[in-house]
């Protein structure tokens, strides 16, 4: 079994910083991508900021030069600093990984993780 983990969503008051992380853990052979979306309440989930394999990081255009994303591939674990943070940054974040399993090495699926709060008050 495969499973993403996260952790450092809250509460924060806007001009602050937060920073999530995501591991993944369990029978993994392969990981392809792995990245951060989230998701309004009434709005669509979007692209926060992640990579694939062999490319480079995609950042949503209203995070630029305010959220860094980064990965420690030793650890499968990607994070997610935020600063600057805006009310309207205010959505469940949720971790994304394209990995394959020890038991079917050529299959690639997207896991999620649970979701982690984060609510930025004006």
């Known amino acids: 079994q495969v499973q993403l983990v996260e952790s450092g969503g809250g509460l924060v008051q806007a001009g602050g910083s937060l920073r999530l992380s995501c591991a993944a853990s369990?029978?993994?052979?392969?990981?392809?991508?792995m990245g951060w979306y989230r998701q309004a309440p009434g709005k669509q989930r979007e692209l926060v900021a992640g990579?694939?394999?062999?490319?480079?990081?995609n950042y949503a255009d209203s995070v630029k030069g305010r959220f860094t994303f980064s990965r420690d591939n030793a650890k499968n674990t990607v994070y997610l600093q935020m600063n600057s943070l805006k009310p309207e940054d205010t959505a469940v974040y949720y971790c994304?990984?394209?990995?394959?399993?020890?038991?079917?090495?050529?299959?690639?699926?997207?896991?999620w993780g649970q979701g982690t709060q984060v609510t930025v008050s004006s």
């Open positions: 990579i694939i394999s062999g490319g480079g990081t």
């Open positions: 994304y990984a394209l990995m394959s399993r020890s038991d079917a090495k050529r299959t690639y699926f997207n896991y």
């Open positions: 369990g029978s993994i052979f392969s990981i392809n991508g």
